[in-house]
Antibody, heavy 130, light 111 residues
Framework: QLQLQESGSGLVKPSQTLSLTCAVSGGSISSGGYSWSWIRQPPGKGLEWIGYIYHSGSTYYNPSLKSRVTISVDRSKNQFSLKLSSVTAADTAVYYC??????????????????????WGKGTTVTVSS | QSALTQPASVSGSPGQSITISCTGTSSDVGSYNLVSWYQQHPGKAPKLMIYEGSKRPSGVSNRFSGSKSGNTASLTISGLQAEDEADYYCCSYAGSSTYVVFGGGTKLTVL
């Protein structure tokens, strides 16, 4: 059964870069046509989509974070990563990685688009503080 | 402010049915984008409950169902059980500039 495990710096100073890794076990990051995503949740608040990397390697980011975010895949290590630069206290959150299934299908004369996250890591807390 | 609008809270008694709404626009929920729903218990990671609008992953109870009408998607939980008490989030693709949006979340209380 596929499992995801986040790891990285739990405490980051303001203006520095947050770096997290999501290790994939129980399956290959390159198989099945899956994509890979990062989501975060500030304390006491809802989920915020950060972005995802398509199985082809293309990346898609939340427009509000786009200038600071980089998501990449290391297929040799079966893991993917998140870098968020110039962090502030507002970036303090639990960060989750997830496997994504996304695509289109044709039905009833229309194309439908689907995006969902079917396997999640347990999350890792990142605090931005000096 | 979230792109998709959900009620902050809903409640119901054991055995009853409840519905959580998720209202968007013609660019996301109202278009040909299929909503997914997630359940999150306190201190835990979210869990996929509904995908492609109305499909249930293996292992998810058939008490959970999804539907859509216009710009609003809905999650219905029938035969409420104490273990259903959690936060629920909807999620939708929102086009080639915004990409993916979540609802603000709904706290379900089982009375």
């Amino acid at each position: 059964q596929l499992q995801l495990q986040e790891s990285g710096s739990g405490l980051v100073k303001p203006s520095q870069t947050l770096s997290l890794t999501c290790a994939v076990s129980g399956g290959s990051i390159s198989s099945g046509g899956y994509s890979w995503s990062w989501i975060r949740q500030p304390p006491g608040k809802g989920l915020e989509w950060i972005g995802y990397i398509y199985h082809s390697g293309s990346t898609y980011y939340n427009p509000s974070l786009k200038s600071r975010v980089t998501i990449s895949v290391d297929r040799s290590k079966n893991q993917f990563s998140l870098k968020l630069s110039s962090v502030t206290a507002a970036d303090t959150a639990v960060y989750y990685c997830a496997r994504v299934k996304t695509g289109t299908f044709y039905s009833n004369y229309n194309y439908y688009y689907y995006y969902y996250m079917d396997v999640w890591g347990k999350g890792t807390t990142v605090t931005v503080s000096s | 402010q979230s792109a998709l609008t959900q009620p902050a809270s809903v409640s119901g008694s054991p055995g009853q049915s409840i519905t959580i709404s998720c209202t968007g626009t013609s660019s996301d929920v109202g278009s040909y984008n299929l909503v997914s729903w997630y359940q999150q218990h306190p201190g835990k990671a979210p869990k996929l409950m509904i995908y492609e609008g109305s499909k249930r992953p293996s292992g998810v109870s058939n008490r959970f169902s999804g539907s859509k009408s216009g710009n609003t998607a809905s999650l219905t939980i029938s035969g409420l059980q104490a273990e259903d008490e959690a936060d629920y989030y909807c999620c939708s693709y929102a086009g080639s500039s915004t990409y993916v949006v979540f609802g603000g979340g709904t706290k379900l209380t089982v009375l």
